[in-house]
DNA sequence: TTAAATTCCTGTAAGC
DNA sequence: TGCTTACAGGAATTTA
């Protein structure tokens, strides 16, 4: 599934095909991934628009456009973006194409449709509320080890979940949480309701090495994830927690526990976390 | 304000 | 073999 690493990896391969560009005809075939605007509006506005500039926030992918105006994707579960020609196989679930005005196509597709596609102004989209307050880039230099541990102290929540929740930190998910928390040795399960402020430290660089390493390594393929031209990620080589309840710790080999919070599987270990 | 539960969605795999 | 069921989970929404 996408988090930041694999939101990297497609905006960074995205910037160079996409800026300069003028978006040429826009087919959506599935309007309900269009979140904003109405779905006619969404078709009728984008065509003709030139693509300034192509950032990466949190799990979205934000695409600025001529006139103030912003496209933005959010990848959910299984959606992909996916640069090919006209005549190219079309993947199934393939809700979106835009056609770019060198003849090429960027298509979205996205079989569970838990992702979204938004057009507006950053003012129009905030004030509809379909852009969420996000929490800081953990890899921007004003995230520090301070500012976590603030952000952290005193919540009764499982530790997970507010690593979870985006409002917190931006850009973190179920993969990446799991194995923040096996390298900084902590449990993720537990509130962090007096955490120190070593732990806090200990925390906020297994976050960034985690993030930074999946970055290296064209992000993690566990279901869907591909990048722009279809290719595999690797750092799902290099994950020593996630998805591996009940078999051996790289660390210390005692089997790894695999529970549920919030929903979501997390996996840990009791004898290396604490 | 915070925390927990619910909802959306389909491909895949396990179980019978 | 073929059917049913459980599971994967990001984030918006609802409830307490």
Known sequence: MPELPEVETIATDLRPLLVGRRVSSVDLRFPTIVRHPEPELFVRDLPGHVVHSLDRRGKYILIRLGDGLLLVVHLGMTGQLLHKLPGDAQRPHTHVILGLDNGTELRYSDPRRFGRLLLGTEED???????????PEPLDAAFTPRELHRRLYGRRAPLKLLLLDQSILAG???IYADEACFAAGIRPDRPPLRLSRLRAGRLHGALR???LRGIANRGSSIDDYVDLYGAQGRQQEELKVYGRGGRPCSTCGRPLTLIRLGGRATVFCRRCQR
Request: hydrophobic fraction near 45%.
């Open 125 to 135: 989209l905030v004030r509809a509320r379909k852009l969420p307050r996000l929490g």
């Open 209 to 211: 090495e985690a993030l």
């Open 172 to 174: 973190v998910g179920n």
